[in-house]
Structures are given as structure tokens and as C-alpha cells.
């Protein structure tokens, strides 16, 4: 393994290993987040009941101030009877009791009823709607309990849920009551509350919609769980892909100089050979005409031979860079075979060149052509091409159509060839929308079977 190689396995595996604590650190952040988000939508809805609770009273007492200075109800009053009284007032959140005249023994108080459908189908929704009117706010639900008996229920959205605690809640100051009066000079500043310890028989209540605000914080908590991971498998499958495509480019690299090397020493042989029968040639060391024709039929083999090379490269090179488009002619592949009958439509050249390239095999790696036969099956044509030799190596299968790819007895019995034969077979029939396939026959040798469309 190279010091490069080596580098940047270690690169990659500290990358993965940090996966770990990453995933770790973010489910922590997201518990602190959503425990924050907790606390200020907790106050966000302290804060909205409170202000509706001094929206109430504010409306209320101006009600009172001006039905007691005019002595009769005034209209579009919140305000359905109005009665004097020397008795006590009664404590009930409908009957508002204002005092006349100075306090003594024969004091007089003002009790005023209220429009229950009004408070309730209006007053009450018009301050929800006023507080809660857009932005976050559209998830919580509003209830004005009284406290005292049975626990009347003034006025709840439509969304409230009774078997769910109240997140937040603010008591109401009402005018009157035992002993009470309305101030004059304005009211002391409301002191703020937690769930379930307001002062005060009437409080206004606030819930998160949807089943209380834990519900709605684990939902913000998984959420944002499921983005974090997903960006955490992202990353992950970055780092795979990264890792995949740089071994395949090293893999490349690698094929690629065992093919420059295996292209240089087949260039080699046959250049030695022409350049020491021109040498000879040049010098008069061969004059005798037929050991000159000898000669000259080994130079003409062996160009024979680089011109076989040169094309196949130059044939593979086309196949790959993207530009070649096969030829579209109908003509009968049963002829490649020394048969008739199979028709396709296609590149008759490509494909022959496809059907040498795997007779060439048979000849060099197999100990000679067995077979050769085309056939319909189905909608398809084929042709096969079988030897009579050892068979394939089952390691050599998966990769036996990859460019410079040479099986492990090709290199350890030294067969020439440089592995682009079968690569530029692949890419052909792939280009024709067929596929190509090599197989162990049970008799013993390989079969080649090139599949294309009738």
C-alpha cells in the first residue's frame, strides 16, 4: 500500500469515526433546543393570557364607570339588567357590583348583570382573536374558568381539551365582590403566575393545541431529529460515494498503467521484429529470393498485427469518449456464424468486429473454437461462442468485461493482450441495446453469448 493510499484511508476513517460523536453532540443540541423552545413558548402563553386577563378588565371596568354615571345600561353595553342594592354583593362572575355613595351603613351598590351570550360569543372570542391573531400563536387554545363550586367554564375554544393541564394562566381582578370596590386611580401591576397557582377564583387558561405543549415540542424535537439524520446519512453516503469513486479512480490508474505497460511490450515484439528484418534487408545480409520473401511476409504479418492493435485502440477509444453511433441496417447475423435466417438491425461491422474479438479469445485462452452458432430466443437474436478449454476463473467473472481487466491466467501464463477486447465488446452491444454474457459450460471450456434485439 502507498503512502498516499495509506493517508487517505486514515483520512477517511477518522471522517467516519466522527460520524459518531457528530450524531451524539447534534441529539444533545436538539434536547437543549427543544427544552428552550419549551420555556419560551411557555412564556409566550404566560404572556398572552395575562395581557387578555388585562384586556378584560380594562373593557370591564370602563363598562362599569360608565353604567354607573349614566344610572341605566348604556347601549352596546356588556350589560344585560342593572339593579340597586343595599345587601352585600353575591359573588358570581356575572353580577358586577359597583358602590354609590360613601361607605356606611346604609350603602348602596350598583349590581350589573351581564350578556352572557355576549361575553361568550363575543367579547372573549374578539380578545383571543386579538392575541392570538397570527405568528405562532395559531396552536393554542383559550379557557375562562371560575373556580368556585362546580367549576363553571365562562368561555373555551373550540380546540380546548378538558383531560389536558393549562401550560399557563392569569387570574382576573374583578370589580365588586365582597368587600371589593373598583380603584379609581388605576390597578397595582398583575404579578405573573405558573400553571395552576393563580391567585384569583377566575383565571384564564392557555394549552398548546394538539395534545398540550409537550406533545407539540417533541414534535418540533422529532422534526429536526429527522433532518439531522437524514443530513447525517448524507454525509455518510458522501463519504461512501468519495470513498468508492477514489478507489475506482485508483483501480483505474492502475489499469491504466498495466495497459501502457502491457501495450509496450506488444508494441515491442513486433517493432524488434521489422526492425531487425529491415536491418537485415537494409545490409544485404539476406539475398536469396526466397529467404527474402520469408522476409518480407514476417514484416508484412507483424504490421498486420500493429494495425490490429492500433484499430482496436482507436475503436475502443470512440466506443468510450461518447462519439460513435452505431450504423442502423438490417442484415443477418446468422451469417457471422457460416448460417442464414437471424435478422437484427444494427452496425454489421461493430458487431463482426464483436464476434472476431471473442473467436480471437477462443483461439488464444481456450485451446481453440468449439462452436460457433447463432439462434433466436423470444424477441432476441444471439450469438455463441464456444471453447473447448479449462473454463473461466470464477474470480475473473465479475470483472471480465472491465477495460484492461486481464484474467489471472491470462497475466500468470503471459497470453498476449492488453484487456480492452471484451471492454469494447460490452460497450457495442450495450450501444445496440443487447447485453453480452460469459459462463463455465458443464462439459468444461467458457461460453460467450452476445444478445440483441430481433
Not at 393570557?49 to 360608565?66: S, W
Not at 381582578?173 to 395552576?196: E, M, N
Not at 508484412?300 to 492493435?309: A, H, V
Request: charged content about 25%; glycine content about 12%.
Amino acid at each position: 500500500m502507498s503512502g498516499s493510499e495509506r493517508s487517505w484511508r486514515l483520512v477517511l476513517t477518522a471522517a467516519m469515526l466522527s460520524l459518531g460523536p457528530l450524531a451524539w453532540l447534534q441529539w444533545r443540541w436538539i434536547g437543549e433546543a427543544s427544552q428552550a423552545e419549551q420555556e419560551r413558548l411557555r412564556a409566550w402563553m404566560r404572556q398572552g393570557a395575562e395581557q387578555m386577563a388585562e384586556d378584560y378588565e380594562a373593557g370591564l371596568f370602563e363598562q362599569v364607570r360608565a353604567a354607573a354615571a349614566a344610572g341605566v345600561i348604556p347601549e352596546s353595553s356588556w350589560f344585560q339588567g342593572l339593579e340597586v342594592t343595599t345587601l352585600p354583593p353575591r359573588s358570581s362572575f356575572w353580577e358586577v357590583a359597583a358602590p354609590r355613595g360613601p361607605r356606611g351603613p346604609g350603602e348602596e351598590w350598583l349590581i350589573l348583570r351581564l350578556d352572557r351570550d355576549k361575553v361568550r360569543n363575543e367579547i372573549w372570542p374578539a380578545l383571543v382573536a386579538r392575541q392570538w391573531a397570527g405568528g405562532e400563536a395559531h396552536g393554542f387554545e383559550v379557557q375562562v374558568l371560575d373556580r368556585r363550586g362546580a367549576g363553571e367554564v365562562i368561555f373555551s375554544t373550540a380546540g380546548w381539551k378538558p383531560g389536558i393541564a393549562a401550560e399557563a394562566e392569569a387570574s382576573l381582578r374583578l370589580p365588586g365582590g365582597p368587600g371589593g370596590r373598583p380603584p379609581r386611580d388605576g390597578r397595582p401591576p398583575r404579578a405573573a403566575t405558573s400553571p395552576g397557582h393563580a391567585e384569583g377564583p377566575v383565571v384564564v387558561q392557555v394549552q398548546a393545541r394538539g395534545g398540550g405543549l409537550a406533545t407539540l415540542v417533541d414534535g418540533f424535537r422529532l422534526r429536526n431529529l429527522a433532518v439531522s439524520a437524514a443530513i447525517l446519512l448524507v454525509l455518510a453516503a458522501s463519504m461512501a460515494a468519495l470513498a468508492w469513486s477514489t478507489r475506482r479512480a485508483q483501480r483505474l490508474a492502475q489499469l491504466q498503467m498495466e495497459f501502457v505497460a502491457g501495450v509496450s511490450h506488444e508494441l515491442r515484439t513486433p517493432l524488434s521484429v521489422i526492425r531487425s528484418a529491415g536491418e537485415n534487408l537494409a545490409d544485404g545480409v539476406v539475398t536469396r529470393p526466397e529467404a527474402v520473401a520469408r522476409y518480407g511476409a514476417m514484416v508484412r504479418d507483424e504490421g498486420l498485427r500493429l494495425s490490429g492493435m492500433v484499430e482496436q485502440i482507436l475503436s475502443y477509444a470512440g466506443v468510450e469518449s461518447g462519439r460513435w453511433t452505431p450504423a442502423r441496417e438490417r442484415f443477418d447475423l446468422a451469417e457471422l456464424a457460416g448460417s442464414k435466417g437471424v435478422f437484427i438491425h444494427g452496425d454489421r461491422l461493430a458487431i463482426s468486429q464483436c464476434v472476431r474479438n471473442l473467436v480471437d479469445n477462443a483461439e488464444r485462452h481456450g485451446w481453440g473454437l468449439k462452436s460457433l452458432r447463432a439462434e433466436t430466443a423470444g424477441h432476441c437474436a444471439r450469438i455463441i461462442v464456444e471453447d473447448s478449454g479449462d473454463g473461466l476463473d470464477p474470480a475473473d467473472l465479475p470483472k471480465l468485461f472491465e477495460p484492461f481487466y486481464r484474467g489471472v491466467r491470462s497475466r500468470q501464463q503471459q497470453v498476449k493482450g492488453f484487456g480492452l477486447g471484451l471492454a469494447l465488446v460490452k460497450r457495442v452491444i450495450d450501444a445496440h441495446g443487447g447485453r453480452v454474457w460469459a459462463e463455465n459450460r458443464e462439459e468444461g471450456g467458457a461460453r460467450f453469448v452476445i444478445e440483441l434485439p430481433l
